[in-house]
């Protein structure tokens, strides 16, 4: 399937007693996109928002586009949806690019995801009732540690996200960071012949480009089998 459009998703942060906490929200448990899994805040990017950002939406502009042709209409998007599904208003300039994520061929709504960084304003969450149940700042470690005992149900950005952020102690190593750093493009595949285990592999794995498995080389994956999750990078 065709990418069908742009996504935003806000990776919110703050210093908390136990070190660099994230903010999680978990969707509805039986209706919905992402049904029972804890997100960060983010959402489509609709055409008001390529207004706001005084861009060209994509269905307008006949020849070919780069993604990042798109991110001032996701930093805006990434505002709003953030504002609407928590209450928390963020100033646009906040935000700092992380990656940018493409779903695998087979998933059934491809949209290419920007993921911000940005440190979490004051003020008291209002989650949108229609979209979302329950709420939780968490250490990456302790999100991690939830999803692999089965009481947190996590989607594999998230997931991965979370695995790169254990590294840094404090919201100013994270963004210091993320200003000095090009954002990484995660062009999900799925490998096959690794039954009962799901494996997503990006570039720099050496079985990225092949169907099949089991070569020795470069590992650039996320292998799931029921909770057991495990990202390898090597």
């Not at 983010?42 to 950002?53: I, L, N, Q």
């Not at 102690?169 to 493009?185: C, I, M, Y």
Request: net charge negative; with cysteine; glycine share 8%.
């Amino acid at each position: 399937m065709t990418l069908v459009g742009t996504a935003a998703t806000v990776v919110l942060l703050r210093d908390g007693k136990s070190g660099l906490e994230v903010l999680l929200l978990e969707r509805p448990r039986h209706t919905g996109t992402f049904a029972g899994a804890w997100v960060f805040p983010g959402g489509r990017v609709d055409p008001e928002d390529y207004d706001a950002a005084g861009s060209v939406p994509p269905d307008l502009q006949a020849e070919p586009r780069s993604p990042e042709a798109d991110l001032p209409a996701a930093r805006i998007a990434g505002v709003r949806e953030t504002v609407e599904e928590t209450g928390l208003v963020l100033a646009p300039d906040s935000l700092v690019e992380l990656s940018c994520w493409v779903p695998p061929l087979q998933a059934p709504k491809r949209l290419r995801t920007w993921f911000f960084l940005a440190p979490a304003p004051a003020g008291d969450i209002r989650l949108n009732p229609g979209e979302l149940i329950d709420y939780a700042w968490l250490t990456p470690a302790d999100a991690l540690q939830l999803h692999r005992g089965g009481k947190m149900l996590l989607v594999a950005p998230t997931f991965v996200t979370l695995t790169l952020l254990q590294q840094f102690q404090d919201v100013a190593a994270v963004l210091e960071h993320a200003a000095g750093a090009v954002p990484e493009t995660f062009s999900s595949r799925l490998l096959d012949g690794y039954e009962p285990d799901a494996v997503i592999a990006w570039h720099g794995d050496e079985e990225y480009p092949a169907d099949d498995a089991r070569q020795p080389g470069n590992r650039h994956r996320l292998v799931m089998r029921g909770s057991d999750w495990r990202y390898e990078r090597t």
